[in-house]
């Protein structure tokens, strides 16, 4: 008996050990892919799209978020396809994501 508590505190304080020092990237989450069909004749379409949030794993704090590619929120996209993009950075790295805006006439 007394070799299983030895090794399960053993276990747990390795366990303990490297939560406490766990050094990870930031977790991203972008928004789905956006498809758009316009009317003929029509060149843009105004696209509104929430930002990405990013969470440290290791303590579950926020990270800032900027937008690093792509038109913003609320602009006129023209027809194609153009690619959003946004980064995650604390101190244990950086992270992206990508999503697509899609724009296509009828």
Same mark, same amino acid.
């Given at each position: 008996?007394?070799? +299983?508590?030895?090794?399960f &505190?053993? /276990?747990? %304080? ?5 939560? @406490? ?7 991203? +989450?972008?928004?789905?892919? &956006?498809? /758009?069909? %316009? ?5 843009? @379409? ?6 990405s ?54």
């Amino acid at each position: 008996m007394k070799k +299983k508590i030895v090794t399960f &505190i053993s /276990i747990f %304080i390795t366990c303990f050990f490297w939560q @406490a020092n766990s050094q990870s990237k930031p977790v991203i +989450k972008c928004s789905e892919n &956006i498809d /758009i069909q %316009i009317n003929v004749g029509k060149r843009t @379409a105004t696209v509104n799209f929430l930002n990405s949030a990013a969470l440290d794993p290791d303590n579950g704090a926020k990270v800032p978020v900027t937008q690093t590619k792509g038109l913003t929120s609320g602009s006129q996209f023209p027809i194609g396809e153009t690619i959003i993009e946004f980064t995650a950075r604390d101190e244990d790295g950086i992270t992206t994501c990508q999503f697509t805006v899609n724009i296509t006439d009828r």
